[in-house]
């Protein structure tokens, strides 16, 4: 099944300790992005990529960084959280050639 | 990246149908018009694109007009699953990587 996972689901951690959000996709698609969503703000994108060793920023990347050493894997890396990083993530996938983008079920992340 | 213009929200009753619309009077000759929309608690999922022409598939038209400036997004007949924020996107030549969200549409179904 054509699918982007994310783990964890759900997270809660204090200031200050670094974490990471993997994203995984099986459709070998090129372009993977990261997405973060606050109520009345709606999606806002905070890094992307094109390709393997191809990044860059979205509109929201303060405070975080991106690796994609793989294809099928995008990390969102938080290196010192702060609390305004509390959000709802979204990992996305799209084909070079295709128009459909495949969200992943996002990730919530609560850090006090 | 062109913006859009979208109404923070609209309702609809059950069965009848919904034109969801969005302005986006910046856009440039290469731009594509895409529609997500993210049901309760989920991702966003793909509705439906097109450059030029009207389009159809088997959840929705797209309406696009003659200069391009604005687009409607048409349901036929709007169900209680329907219920969504819908979101209105500006792609660059169709195919780049980043699709820039804005703040969307959200439907409310009322049965």
């Known amino acids: 099944e054509a699918q982007v996972t994310q783990n964890p689901r759900y997270l809660i951690t204090v200031t200050g300790k670094k974490l990471t959000v993997t994203c995984s996709q099986n459709m070998n698609h090129e372009y993977m992005s990261w997405y973060r969503q606050d109520p009345g703000l709606g999606l806002r994108q905070i890094y992307y990529s094109m390709n393997v060793e191809v990044t860059d920023k979205g509109d929201v990347p303060e405070g975080y960084k991106v690796s994609r050493k793989e294809k099928r894997n995008f990390p969102l890396i938080l290196e010192s959280p702060s609390p305004n990083q509390t959000s709802l993530y979204f990992c996305?996938?799209?084909?070079?050639?295709?128009?459909?983008?495949?969200f992943g079920p996002g990730t919530r992340l609560l850090v006090l | 990246d062109a913006k859009t213009t979208q109404p923070n929200s609209m309702e609809s009753n059950e069965e009848e149908p919904v034109h969801l619309p969005c302005n986006h009077s910046t856009i440039s000759g290469t731009d594509y018009i895409h529609w997500y929309r993210q049901l309760p608690s989920q991702g966003p999922e793909y509705v439906i694109h097109?450059?030029?022409s009207n389009v159809n598939n088997r959840m929705a038209s797209l309406a696009i007009a003659e200069d391009r400036k604005s687009s409607t997004l048409i349901l036929h007949r709007a169900t209680l699953r329907d219920a969504a924020v819908y979101y209105c996107?500006?792609?660059?030549?169709?195919?780049?990587?980043?699709?820039?969200f804005g703040k969307g549409t959200k439907l409310s179904v009322k049965p």
């Open positions: 097109g450059l030029t």
């Open positions: 996107i500006l792609n660059y030549g169709g195919s780049q990587g980043n699709l820039i």
């Open positions: 996305a996938s799209r084909g070079a050639k295709q128009e459909t983008q495949y």
